[in-house]
């Protein structure tokens, strides 16, 4: 505690300094969202692994939050954590349909006024009677849909439909969302359950929810994803190829795309990777595409036999 006293301290004086010599209207200081507003947001939950893919970053955020510093570590894999790739984490992330181990399905469906979150228990299996069954699956249930609520964050209204239970179970869940709702670092409202049994709570909005920062569109069904998250996937794309043995690259993607690409990421590319990079734009498509890898002569035999193809150098 005393070190973050000291530390904020430090800052104090550096922004007092700052106020003077800078004429108002004048931004002193803004946390990024990545990584500080969220470490911040959640140093008190118990984390076990908090990865990196910048040295100086890492070091930065432990010097800020020396209680989690033993648990901050720089990730191995250039696009993989916990062993499965970026890209089907943040798509699995904004999913409607999410499949449980158990056998219990969730379809989660936003719309602009409320969130749905429907309970299915058909490849769920117990030895024990129907009802108590139904209980046990409900209670399950109930901790993936918070998982769910905080992994995408969902706010403002947002109703559960479990399986049909008895009024003291009813009872007996709603107390145990009332107590697990607290670990939320959000403020979380449980109303209790509707005349149509679905059980409605409200949570509050602080940020823009991930399907809304990831897609063009407010539905979580299978969607285009957005120009800025296909943009960031090629940057990963392409500082994953800098390993290999190659000397140019022609690459397949929007023009907006393209457009996000050059204005927020190409600079940072550009020190990442040792290759000559090519674009062919084609506004028919969503994702982008790897079109030719290889030796510079192998890339430019391909522009040559190509020429009705309009093919612009990026980096």
């Known amino acids: 505690m005393d070190q973050d006293l000291e530390k904020t301290r430090l800052q104090w004086r550096q922004l007092k300094e700052l106020s003077i010599k800078k004429k108002a209207p004048y931004l002193l200081f803004q946390h990024p969202l990545v990584p500080d507003q969220m470490l911040n947001h959640y140093q008190s939950f118990d984390f076990s692994d908090i990865t990196f893919d910048n040295r100086k970053t ?12 033993n648990k901050m570590r720089i990730r191995k894999e250039t696009n993989k954590i916990a062993g499965k790739e970026i890209q089907q984490w943040l798509i699995e992330a904004i999913e409607s349909v999410v499949h449980k181990q158990d056998g219990i399905t969730l379809t989660i469906e936003q719309t602009e006024a409320l969130t749905v979150i429907d309970i299915d228990s058909n490849k769920f299996t117990s030895r024990q009677n129907k009802q108590e069954t139904m209980y046990r699956i409900n209670q399950k249930a109930l901790k993936y849909c918070l998982e769910e609520i905080q992994k995408r964050n969902l706010s403002g209204i947002i109703l559960i439909d ?9 009872a007996a869940l709603l107390k145990q969302m009332q ?6 670092p959000l403020p979380t409202q449980v109303f209790g359950f509707t005349r149509l049994g679905l059980m409605e709570l409200t949570r509050k909005r602080e940020r823009t929810g991930l399907i809304q920062l990831l897609t063009n569109h407010s539905a979580s069904a299978r969607l285009p994803l957005s120009a800025e998250t296909i943009a960031y996937q090629l940057e990963r794309e392409l500082i994953s190829w800098n390993d290999g043995n190659i000397e140019s690259m022609i690459i397949l993607c929007h ?3 393209v457009a996000f690409f050059n204005r927020f990421i190409k600079q940072h590319v550009k ?4 290759f000559t990079l090519y674009c062919q734009t084609d506004n028919k498509s969503c994702e982008f595409q790897v079109i030719r890898a ?3 002569d192998l890339i430019e035999e391909y522009i040559k036999q190509h020429q009705e193809i309009a093919v612009d150098r990026m980096l």
């Open 271 to 274: 020190t990442k990777i040792h």
């Open 179 to 184: 107590v697990t709702v607290k670990e939320d």
């Open 255 to 257: 023009e907006e795309v």
């Open 162 to 170: 479990f399986l049909k239970m008895r009024k003291a179970e009813e």
């Open 294 to 296: 290889g030796s510079d």
């Open 58 to 69: 890492l070091n930065d955020m432990q010097l800020a939050f020396p209680r989690l510093a």
